[in-house]
């Protein structure tokens, strides 16, 4: 068993840690850490537990340490928030610590990873690039923001038929927002179409997850992409209306195979979090739905339906996921469990 700490865990994302964590086979939660609001408490009197998963008592029982190195074991992973994980991951990683981590601040760094392992595990080798350019004993692996994961696994298996143009509209779920997130007042029986920064995130980061590693950076995919957010009054699960426009013609059957085919090194290395399979494909008229599909897969699958011709590009379809599991906390941990597999850690 391989010790592991939590930065940020008495949030939404670290909460999704620790159930996740609970009787993973091979990591096993040692330390936790958080502000000072919560430093020194019992995990369970510092966190209001939100999931319907049990929480373990061992771990309730845990002191919430300060976020600050020394005490964490080398593997720690991270659900700061995006104000102060700059700082807190930095100073880890340079104290040693392996950083795999949800929040936006280092994943355009041009020499830190942006994994989805099913897609890019090959942007692993930054790595090297990393420990040159940063000097740190430790080093930082971050995975998208929440409805790019969403996107690009979507987007990954259609590559092949020369992806150029992408439209994109998101309805958010307001645990997306952290706790206590979004006021009742403002989301009960309401759509906000603003997510501060969001759009940018998709458009940005979609085309790092997409491109090539070369040695020292990714080369972005060129495709084109124009995003528009909202925030919806759903718990869990991200749904996102796209559009793509392709340089090759494709069928729609072909496109639906490509789809339900996809898979990547998880499937192949059988890590303990990989979905199988990682996309579904639904033929049903009215999926997917987050009250009934985000949990596919333990929330690992990405679901996709309604694929049609579009008028305007080439095809539309809906894609779904669970953004504290597969937009969250299971990437992280996938993406750990990779490191594992690949002698990374
Ligand atoms: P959250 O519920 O607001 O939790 C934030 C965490 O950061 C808490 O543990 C909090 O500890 C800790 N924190 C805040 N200020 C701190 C400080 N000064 N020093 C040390 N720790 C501090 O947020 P969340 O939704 O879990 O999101 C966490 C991160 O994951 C964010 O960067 C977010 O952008 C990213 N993310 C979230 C989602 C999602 O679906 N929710 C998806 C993808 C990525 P205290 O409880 O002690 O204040």
Redo the contacts with the bound molecule.
């Keep these: 068993m391989i010790d592991i700490g939590i ?9 999704q840690f620790v159930a996740l964590l609970s009787g993973h086979p091979w990591f096993r939660v040692r330390w936790l ?7 020194g408490k019992a995990y369970r009197d ?2 209001a537990w939100r999931l319907p998963a049990p929480l373990d008592d061992a771990v309730a029982r845990m002191p ?1 340490d ?2 600050t190195p020394g005490r964490a074991p080398q593997l720690v992973f ?8 700059g700082e ?1 991951e930095g100073a880890f990683a340079e104290a040693g610590h392996t950083i795999v981590s ?4 280092y994943r355009m760094d041009a020499t830190v990873p942006l994994l989805i392992p099913e897609i890019n595990a090959d942007h692993l080798a930054l790595l090297t690039a990393q420990a040159a350019a940063r000097g740190w004993k430790g080093r930082i692996i971050t ?1 998208p ?2 409805s790019t994961v969403v996107l690009s696994m979507a987007l990954a298996p259609l590559r092949q038929f020369g992806l150029q143009t992408v439209m994109i509209t998101t309805l958010q ?1 307001v ?5 206590p ?1 979004v006021a009742s007042w403002d989301i009960l029986g309401n759509v906000i179409p603003f997510i501060d920064g969001e759009e940018e995130k998709i458009e940005s980061e979609t085309k790092k997850i997409l491109g090539c590693v070369g040695d020292k950076r990714v080369d972005p995919h060129p495709v084109t992409i124009s995003a528009q957010t909202t925030r919806v009054p759903v718990h869990d699960g991200h749904t996102e209306s796209i559009s793509v426009g392709f340089e090759h013609r494709a069928d729609a059957a072909a496109v639906i195979e490509a789809l339900r085919t996809f898979k990547g090194r998880p499937q192949d290395l059988d890590l303990p979090s990989a979905p199988k399979p990682p996309i579904e494909y639904l033929a049903e008229r009215n999926r997917p739905q987050p009250a009934l599909d985000a949990n596919r897969g333990r929330g690992m699958t990405v679901t996709v339906g309604r694929l049609r011709p579009c008028p305007v590009l080439d095809y539309k379809f809906i894609a779904l996921g669970h ?2 599991i597969r ?2 906390a299971g990437a992280a941990i996938l993406n750990a469990e990779l490191m594992h597999r690949e002698g990374l850690l």
């Design positions: 930065l940020g865990a008495t949030g939404m994302v670290g909460q850490g958080a502000s000072q609001r919560s430093e510092a966190t919430v300060a976020a991270s659900g700061l928030d995006s104000s102060v994980a807190i949800n929040a936006r601040n995975n923001n929440c779920a645990s997306g927002a952290g706790y997130g953004n504290t937009g969250a």
